[in-house]
């Protein structure tokens, strides 16, 4: 297809509403969710949206070519081109995240949602969200979601772990354990189950994840990237990661008072 047959961009005229043109892919397979998120952010600004189709990759190649551009969508308004859906963002005043941007977000979801987990079984369970059962759950499945986040790069989670674990950095088959230790602790601990492998267990990272996390951010002054959520995230190590290990001793140290009368716990077994 020629470049003759894309629509260009129309020139602006005085006294016309706010109108802005974006050309984007529609494909019998592909639809672009940038081009969608750039459509819907126009109209939510305002702008009358005249929406031209890319329907082939022919199509395509032959608009860039045209246009100069290596991306689509491409936004144009009152006869300028604005660039893509990033571009547009700014062009209207938004934030637009930073992939590299350290970030606590994932971690305050997490807790939130295993918060509100916890408090949601202690409900079904006992008729009320506020129990001592929910606070043992939210420290359990806490783990065991952090457990898991590793393990969906596990190679990703030891190669950032390796970075300033002080076992792991000793004896590398540690760092591939971790995860698998963290998740069986945590899914003990929910259960009530096997206090005497889960408390050892979760002792034992626990400690040394907290050593660890301690000397590289507040002695050795290390800037890292925390791996307690995965190998990809942007989680920069230190109070979080701390507060992750502290967690696990103390839940150890309750859950090993409780299973000797010590402590009024929820119930555990041996």
Request: glycine share 8%; hydrophobic share 50%.
């Amino acid at each position: 297809m020629s470049a003759t047959t894309i629509p260009s961009p129309p020139s602006s005229r005085a006294g016309t509403a706010k109108k802005a043109v974006i050309h984007r892919m529609v494909m019998p397979q592909h639809t672009c969710p940038y081009g969608l998120k750039a459509k819907d952010l126009l109209k939510r600004s305002g702008y009358e949206v005249e929406d031209h189709h890319l329907t082939t990759r022919e199509q395509t190649d032959a608009f860039k070519a045209q246009h100069g551009v290596a991306t689509t969508p491409q936004i144009f308004i009152g006869g300028a081109r604005i660039g893509g859906h990033d571009d547009l963002r700014r062009f209207l005043g938004k934030p637009v995240a930073d992939p590299k941007a350290t970030s606590y977000r994932p971690v305050v979801a997490l807790f939130a949602m295993t918060a509100l987990t916890a408090m949601a079984a202690s409900h079904a369970v006992a008729g009320s969200p506020f129990t001592l059962r929910a606070a043992e759950w939210f420290i359990g499945f806490s783990m065991v979601v952090l457990a898991l986040l590793k393990l969906q790069n596990i190679e990703g989670f030891a190669t950032m772990f390796l970075n300033y674990d002080l076992l792991a950095k000793r004896w590398v088959p540690y760092s591939y354990i971790y995860p698998f230790a963290e998740g069986l602790a945590g899914l003990l601990m929910v259960a009530g189950a096997l206090t005497w492998l889960s408390v050892p267990i979760a002792l034992f990272i626990g400690t040394i994840g907290a050593a660890s996390v301690f000397k590289a951010v507040y002695v050795d002054r290390r800037e890292l990237k925390c791996a307690c959520v995965g190998g990809s995230s942007n989680v920069p190590l230190g109070f979080v990661s701390l507060t992750e290990n502290l967690m696990m001793i103390a839940m150890a140290v309750w859950m090993a008072l409780a299973a000797f009368g010590l402590v009024a716990g929820a119930g555990h077994a041996m």
